[in-house]
């Protein structure tokens, strides 16, 4: 996906301004490096990019997440359709919210461990015109989201980086937005306080974690997850493949049954259900959709098992963070498989 060396992508010259005033130097010239806040940056590709170890854990999760966002054929069609109709429901309509612009009339946005820039195309792509993107990811993912930029005609700006040492001054940028990201680091609490640092005053911080599920899934999800942690991605891929036509099989018979009462011991609700959704919320997880292909099915399988770090958290955590953080909540969302918030930072 990345470009050779004679034609390697350069940011539009209003991003590489606006961003060259964010991080207080001018941008070096490719194959050039620049001093950040403590952080070496040196210019690839057109991106800037941060130099410096990550730990295995984190390693790994990067490694994972950049095989599978290179595969675009496995998102770019229904899943795309499903995630902007998902994210629309979590967050709202935030393109037309009247916060959007409340503290700049050109807003930074911070994209946030941005992967290939799927969920903030999805979300904020008619009014990317009017804002200033910055997409951050600590994985090559970055070079594909700065390509669906590109094609698009959008303007942006790019960089690959740690979350947790992003090397931006704080109180920077007036929108935080990371979209299953937080729980992909070694630790949450501390990613939240880390993208909490640069944002504004009055800014908007938001973001999507994992919640717990029921003592047998949560089992069967760590499980899996260690068994894959010995394999390539491409290994893990293939491995994923048989779980992916269970669950396919599981949907395809659409059959549903009555759970007559709750189960306490394994946090089963009582109630009609789908046999499929069933297994998926209290067994493991077999992703099922009649719109989508085996191939797309076995990518969103993919991306829960395989990064190391996949961390499930409480809706009571989240909040004792986001009041620790001074973030204000002003929208939650829960759902059986996260919990969705938009904060403004007090």
Request: contains cysteine; negative net charge.
């Given at each position: ?48 990019r941060a130099g410096g170890a990550v730990s295995s854990a984190q ?284 904060a403004r930072k007090r």
């Open positions: 996906m990345s470009p050779t060396a004679s034609e390697t992508w350069r940011a539009p010259p209003e991003a590489r301004a606006w961003l060259a005033e964010l991080l207080g130097v001018p941008l070096p010239e490719e194959g050039g490096s620049v001093d950040v806040q403590g952080c070496r940056l040196t210019m690839r590709e057109g991106i800037l390693a790994q999760t990067r490694d994972a997440f950049a095989f599978k966002w290179v595969k675009r054929e496995t998102f770019e069609g229904a899943p795309l359709r499903f995630l902007t109709d998902w994210l629309r429901e979590k967050y709202g309509d935030v393109a037309a919210a009247p916060w959007l612009f409340a503290t700049s009339s050109r807003p930074i946005l911070l994209d946030a461990g941005c992967g290939a820039a799927a969920s903030a195309l999805a979300l904020f792509e008619p009014v990317l015109h009017r804002v200033r993107y910055l997409g951050v990811d600590v994985s090559a993912a970055v070079d594909v989201a700065r390509s669906r930029f590109a094609e698009r005609g959008l303007s942006g700006a790019f960089m690959q980086a740690d979350l947790m040492r992003l090397p931006l001054p704080a109180q920077a940028v007036d929108l935080v937005f990371a979209e299953g990201v937080l729980h992909h680091t070694d630790d949450t609490r501390a990613a939240m306080a880390a993208l909490a640092r640069p944002l504004k005053p009055g800014g908007r911080f938001l973001f999507y974690v994992y919640r717990k599920k029921g003592p047998v899934r949560e089992f069967t999800d760590d499980y899996i997850r260690a068994k894959l942690q010995t394999m390539t991605p491409a290994q893990g891929w293939q491995a994923m493949m048989p779980l992916t036509k269970l669950g396919r099989a599981l949907g395809e018979l659409d059959i549903d049954i009555d759970v007559p009462e709750r189960i306490e011991l394994l946090d089963i609700p009582a109630g009609r259900i789908k046999l499929q959704r069933l297994f998926y919320w209290h067994v493991l997880k077999a992703f099922y959709r009649p719109d989508f292909s085996l191939e797309e099915m076995n990518h969103i399988n993919f991306d829960w098992f395989a990064p190391k770090n996949a961390h499930r958290h409480t809706p009571d955590e989240v909040r004792a963070w986001c009041d620790e953080l001074a973030l204000e909540v002003e929208r939650e969302r829960i759902e059986e498989a996260g919990i969705a918030v938009i």
